[in-house]
């Protein structure tokens, strides 16, 4: 997911219905997001956002790394993961997030699984310009 984040935000990925696909996909029905500000959006809302968003960071050196996954819980129909998210421009470091997300896994889904709920909170807020 995280790749995909890059490239549709760097433009590496292609304006199209299919490619947004990979993110939207990937998002369940009912999926809800608490950003690192606090904030709570839900999927149609972080689906519009991020469609607007392609291309946003042309021309930039970007990328997520994850860090320090683990799986706390899991079933056969659910996982409850937590993870590190390291934000990048070149080598320059920008952010820092811890997450929690639930998980579901889907054969159709993009990266073959469904994110249900995410919860990020900063661990280190990005670098001011």
């Keep these: 997911m995280h ?3 890059a490239a549709w935000t760097t433009g590496e990925a292609a304006d199209t219905d299919d ?3 990979q993110f939207a996909g990937a998002l369940a029905p009912g999926f809800i997001i608490i950003n690192p500000g606090g904030v709570t959006e ?3 809302t ?3 956002r991020f469609r607007g968003l392609h291309g946003t960071r042309a021309g930039i050196d970007f990328r997520i790394e994850i860090h320090q996954p683990a799986v706390h ?3 056969a129909d ?3 993961v937590t993870y590190h998210e390291h934000w990048f421009e070149g ?3 920008q952010s820092v997030i811890i997450a929690t997300a639930l998980l579901e896994p889907e054969p159709d889904a993009p990266g073959r699984l469904l994110w249900r709920h995410l919860h990020e909170t900063w661990l280190r807020p990005p670098v001011a310009p």
């Design 3 to 5: 790749e995909v984040i």
């Design 73 to 75: 819980q899991e079933t």
């Design 78 to 80: 659910l996982a409850l």
């Design 42 to 44: 839900d999927r149609e």
């Design 46 to 48: 972080v689906v519009s």
């Design 19 to 21: 490619s947004f696909g």
């Design 91 to 93: 080598a320059q470091e």
